[in-house]
């Protein structure tokens, strides 16, 4: 079973920028594609983006981040990032990644039953 650990979250000021990393150990993530997924207080949890398994040709984005994040994986790292660019209050939340089959699934699926991070907090505010 692969272990993940996500990082890079923080504090950051509306129109700044953060880079979370989901990295894996215990088994290699070239089979899984790779969601990140977001839930804040009070709110349902969200889908973020996905990033296809073995050479992350295909990637997929929630319309409300289309344009400000990119997902990227790195194979030899065995790791996973998610560049959060132009952020907003509203993508204030915890962040997680889990690994999936294959293929993506469409992002409105947030349960997923392969590894999960612990999460990391992204809070946008001035």
């Given amino acids: 079973q692969v272990q993940l650990v996500e990082s890079g979250g923080g504090l950051v000021q509306p129109g700044g920028s953060l880079t979370l990393s ?3 150990s215990g088994s290699t993530l ?3 594609a790779i969601n990140w997924v977001r839930q804040a207080p009070g709110k349902e949890r969200e889908g973020v983006s996905c990033i ?6 295909t990637t997929y984005y929630a319309d409300s981040v289309k344009g ?3 997902i990227s994986r790195d194979n030899v790292k065995n790791t996973v990032y998610l560049q959060m660019n ?3 209050p509203e993508d204030t939340a915890v962040y997680y990644c889990a690994t999936d089959g294959w293929f993506c699934r469409p ?6 039953p392969g590894s ?4 990391t907090q992204v809070t ?3």
Avoid: I
């Fill in 52 to 57: 296809s398994s073995s050479d992350g040709s």
């Fill in 30 to 32: 070239d089979y899984y």
């Fill in 68 to 70: 400000r994040f990119t």
């Fill in 116 to 119: 999960w991070g612990q999460g």
């Fill in 107 to 112: 992002l409105e699926v947030t349960e997923f």
């Fill in 86 to 88: 132009n952020l907003k």
């Fill in 22 to 24: 989901c990295a894996a």
């Fill in 124 to 126: 946008v505010s001035s």
